[in-house]
């Protein structure tokens, strides 16, 4: 059995100017101790599907239908007091995109880490001091850092203190927003490495979600690409960065700024991804598409099986099946 089971998920939000299908019909399986990277554009869906995985969605947003099953227990079910009692960062924690930013400015990075800890963990506050020392250790972080608030920490601090916070409890699964954007490249690299480092000591999974595909190829096990709401490939990240199946898929591995070799030029996606109020008919890709077809903008093309653990949604590649 999968750690971790999404399917057919839809989470919308529910705006005054119409409803944003943010993601819409969204399956995917999360192995124990594997790293799934989720990629795409800007607005097209990573966070939304991160927080539903949370049961954390934002007002106007809800999961309007699907399941999510969490080693066995579809948390879609689970009232909100089930799952801050038994879900939410025991089992499943997140670093959210731009949680650097978040931490709270009038609290010692001691008493930030050592809330959960208290609560969750029942420990007094002694305990919770030496555990505080531990997790800071274990993020690469001198533990006399505790006693700081988050204004005397740098971009790179403040970013393990964040990854600390996502991991005091020792849950099964971490979801990881965009843990590294806004940093510089050298301090990128070194989180990645913690966070390759960490997960490979305790077979944690991890979902990476991030717009830049080197990374995900550092880190990840598997890929999913996400266009306008929708996976719309699916594979081995080997499998995915030599063989991409589908337009879009190919249009971003060759948007990638290569993090060695030669700088090359980059290709650029030409046009913009559709407003997910009125999402186009049939394939959401087809506006932008070079190799769109007649059909491509009347029926969706549905997810195929096109190589071993590799499932694509492209009319392209099922012609011919
Ligand atoms: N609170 C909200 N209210 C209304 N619409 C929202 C809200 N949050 C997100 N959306 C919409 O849902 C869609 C998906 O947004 P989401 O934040 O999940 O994208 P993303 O892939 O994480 O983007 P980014 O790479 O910029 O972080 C977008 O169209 C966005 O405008
Ligand atoms: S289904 Fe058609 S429009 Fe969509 S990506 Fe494939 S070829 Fe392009
Ligand atoms: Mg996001």
Redesign the pocket.
Known sequence: MPLLEVKNLKTY?F?LGGV?K??DNVSLTLERGEVLGIA????????????SILGLV????RIVSGSIVFDGIDITKLSEQELRSKIRWKRISMVF?GAMNALTPVFTVEMQLSEPLIIHKGMTKKEAREEVARLLRMVGLDETIMKRYPHELSGGQKQRVVIAMALALDPDLVIA??PTTALDVVIQAQILNLMKELQWKKKRSIIL?T?DLSIIAELADRVAI?YA?KIVEMGPSSEIFTNPQHPYTQLLLKAIPRLRGPIEKLAYIPGTPPD?RIPPPGCRFAPRCPFAMDVCRKDEPEMVKVGENHYVACWLTQKGR
């Open positions: 939000f705006t944003v943010a993601v795409g554009e800007s607005g097209c869906g990573k966070s939304t599907l991160a927080w934002p007002p106007p947003g995109q927003d965009e979600i717009h996400m709401g997910l």
